[in-house]
């Protein structure tokens, strides 16, 4: 019964501390999303530049909203105790998604904008 007990108690653990992780995650890519988007806001854009980044949000969104599923406490709680590595290797998968995203998006800009753009960055920072 002790057994069952701490089997219990790390799964629970394993399941808040993966809630807790995604809620930081998505509080903090939020948050630099916006001041990312208000500084392509201030650069002077192209009409085909602008059309260009709208469809790369699109994709992104569709993208995300592909591969957005919930894990269940079954996809990485055993017996022996929390997978780590799946959750870690999920996290990755996010990471990267969003970095190529923003890769994309940034390649958009001209080398002018691109300095413009880090100038404006570290200026919000």
Known sequence: MKNYKKVVLVGFVGIMTAVMLNAKERYHFKKSHHD?????QELDLSAA?????????????????????????????????VDREFLIQEAQKRANTKADFLEKTFDVLTYEQKEEFIRLLESKL
């Open 36 to 40: 990312i988007r208000g500084i392509f």
């Open 49 to 81: 530049q602008k059309e260009l980044l709208k469809s790369n949000r699109k994709s992104m969104r569709e993208v995300m909203h592909s591969q957005k599923q919930e894990l269940e406490p079954k996809d990485f709680i055993t017996i022996e105790g």
